[in-house]
């Protein structure tokens, strides 16, 4: 007797609905039971947010997918799909473009996808996101049955939604208080940025942060330069119960010390030289929320003295005033250096780093994330992707791995100015503008990046190529020249004008007429 392959493969996953999974594993069975019932190149589950699709688990597509955010109002073919109830498969010869492009693993080449379905998953008949398939074969969805995976995208919002279930009952055992459940709402809601990973030291710091947001202690935030700091103070006051309240941020090495006491605590009219009007500092802004101190250890000593004072008392004065003001307010505090190192060189005051520490929290350099370094850099792909208007921006096999063994001393935000950079490099190297654009390891300029064969340097030709005369190989020239320039400077117009000297209003009109703007 010959078995339904369709109840072959539902069967499982109906019984994977009672297991105590974790998210990775129910997905990761979900999407290997749709490439055995609809085979495929790539098949990917995305969950919408605001607006932005945001990749939970894919197969057969790069590792850096799952950093991207997709907005929907970017990618055509991703908002029909989000506009349509059931299933969808696009014609072959379909102009929309597809943003998976160039993302297909095992593939060497610039290869589009030329044939993809896919289908909106509903929660309680809310839109919670996609299920999407896709082929480099253009006749390899030619007989599907739209039905099937109708009847399939049904039992995948079953597992998504057992998933969340799951989710929610944990949480309500970890959280005594409901209050804290709908902070927690909003602050997803209005968070602007996101902390992006999957591995262990990743999650080991999101649980940490969990931990101590929903506490009111003060945290110290250390690590090295560029792990992003101000984003774990973000998600620590979006997860806390202040998060109705307002996030203020102070980054106390950007101010001469003449002015940090005035920043912090406000002043009156007359106060010094300048105080044309009263002024409320951060901490009275911050009043009911929290207070981001970034790279505390900067603060002169004496105002650290004033400062542990608010710490305690919750008082504070205004510079030039006798009236105390009282704030409720939580601060969380930042440093790549070793205050404990600062207190014994008699640096910073003892009394305040023991206050400031009362929960010290480390943010992982980069280089001990493992591959969180392709999803972050999936992330800034994306970005950059849209901004230069690519249908698809992606990291060529070589590039990932230098991008892997490489030890990012500047860490993420070396990685989000590398990858900007890079884009632009490789760009450059095209006298049209590509559908794909690959960055391979040529353009990384890091250490292990060496090209199989090395590019010669930018130089004047000593003659010019066969049959091309001297104004064709000048624009030639000063396009290559711009283009350099311009990679160098991350894209900052006004230092490339003052690194070519010329005016800047010259060099925009030198640009468009030369393509490069």
């Avoid at 909003?186 to 990743?202: D, N, P, S, V």
């Amino acid at each position: 007797m010959t078995t339904n392959p369709l109840l072959q493969t539902l069967i499982p996953l109906v019984a994977d609905l009672s297991k105590d999974l974790s998210d990775e594993e129910r997905y990761r069975r979900l999407l290997a039971a749709c490439r055995a019932l609809f085979p495929c190149d790539a098949v990917a589950l995305l969950k919408l947010s605001d607006e932005v699709l945001i990749p939970v688990a894919v197969e057969g597509l790069s590792a850096d997918t799952l950093g991207r955010r997709f907005k929907a109002a970017e990618h055509p073919r991703l908002q029909a799909l989000l506009e349509r109830r059931g299933p969808t498969r696009f014609a072959t010869d379909c102009g929309l473009p597809d943003p998976y492009d160039g993302l297909v693993e095992g593939h060497r080449g610039h290869l589009e996808v030329h044939d993809c379905f896919g289908c909106p998953l509903y929660l309680d008949d809310q839109l919670w996101g996609l299920l999407t398939l896709d082929a480099l074969d253009p006749a390899r969805f030619g007989q599907v049955d739209l039905a099937t995976l109708d009847a399939f995208a049904s039992l995948a919002a079953a597992t998504v939604k057992a998933s969340e279930r799951i989710n929610v009952l944990a949480r309500r055992v970890e959280d005594e208080r409901q209050l804290t459940a709908v902070y927690r709402e909003a602050a997803t809601r209005h968070r602007a940025r996101e902390l992006i990973g999957q591995g262990a030291a990743h999650k080991k710091l999101q649980g940490e942060i969990a931990v101590v947001a929903d506490s009111d202690l003060t945290v110290l935030i250390t690590g090295e330069t560029g792990v992003g700091k101000e984003l774990v103070a973000e998600a620590i006051h979006a997860a806390s119960l202040r998060a109705g309240k307002a996030l203020i941020s102070l980054n106390c090495a950007a101010l001469p010390d003449t002015l940090v006491e005035s920043e912090l605590f406000g002043h009156v009219r007359g106060a010094f030289s300048g105080a044309v009007s009263e002024r409320s500092g951060k901490f009275e802004l911050a009043d009911g929320g929290s207070l981001f101190l970034d790279e505390v250890g900067e603060l002169p000593l004496a105002v650290q003295a004033k400062l542990l004072r608010v710490l305690q008392s919750g008082q504070l004065q205004r510079v030039g005033s006798d009236r105390e003001h009282r704030v409720d307010v939580r601060v969380i505090a930042a440093t790549n250096r070793d205050l404990a190192a600062e207190v014994k060189a008699g640096r910073f005051r003892a009394d305040l780093y023991h206050r400031l520490s009362v929960y010290p929290l480390c943010v992982p350099p980069l280089r001990e994330r493992g591959r969180d370094v392709l999803l972050l850099a999936g992330y800034f792909l994306e970005e950059n992707r849209a901004r230069m208007g690519l249908r698809s921006l992606r990291l060529s096999a070589e590039a990932q791995k230098v991008l892997l063994g490489y030890d990012w001393p500047g860490n993420v935000r070396e990685l989000e100015h590398l990858i900007g950079r890079a884009a632009l490099k490789a760009l450059a190297q095209h006298a049209e503008r590509p559908r794909i654009l690959s960055i391979d390891e040529t353009v990384l300029d890091l250490p292990g990046a060496v090209a199989a064969v090395a590019p010669a340097p930018a130089e004047v030709p000593a003659q010019l190529p066969l049959g091309q005369d001297l104004r064709t190989a000048l624009e030639a020239f000063q396009r290559r020249l711009i283009a350099q320039s311009l990679a160098s400077h991350q894209g900052k117009w006004a230092d490339v004008a003052r690194e070519l000297g010329l005016d800047r209003a010259n060099l925009n009109r030198l640009a468009k007429r030369l393509g490069v703007k």
